[in-house]
Nanobody
Framework: QVQLVESGGDLVQPGGSLRLSCAASGFSLPYYAIGWFRQAPGKEREGVSISSGRDTSTYYADSVKDRFTISRDNAKNTVYLQMNNLKPEDTALYYC????????????????????WGQGTQVTVSS
């Protein structure tokens, strides 16, 4: 059974840092694209960062570029999202998602392309 479990969300002050984890079970990370998405109250779900399952390519939303870093530890079957210099507008429920990535294709970029989802972890940035 495929399962994704996020953790690491918390209440943090502006300028602070958090590291989110996405632990996968029921499948092996290699060949799976992993995406981090977030949804704030009253807003649509948006893509934050993508990690390719076929190479080391990563993608970031403009709003988080140079502040967030996605990484994966295939041995631990876990993907991380390091978030630095957090801003109040980063407040949201953060989800990780997984999708098998066919050879020769880039990773899915949009949430509707992902099949497997975690339950989310809450990040609140406030003083």
């Amino acid at each position: 059974q495929v399962q994704l479990v996020e953790s690491g969300g918390d209440l943090v002050q502006p300028g602070g840092s958090l590291r989110l984890s996405c632990a996968a079970s029921g499948f092996s990370l290699p060949y799976y694209a992993i995406g981090w998405f977030r949804q704030a109250p009253g807003k649509e779900r948006e893509g934050v960062s993508i990690s390719s399952g076929r190479d080391t390519s990563t993608y970031y939303a403009d709003s988080v570029k140079d502040r967030f870093t996605i990484s994966r530890d295939n041995a631990k079957n876990t993907v991380y999202l390091q978030m630095n210099n957090l801003k109040p507008e980063d407040t949201a429920l953060y989800y990780c998602a997984a999708e098998f990535q066919d050879y020769g294709l880039g990773p899915p970029r949009y949430s509707q392309e992902y099949t497997y989802w975690g339950q989310g972890t809450q990040v609140t940035v406030s003083s």
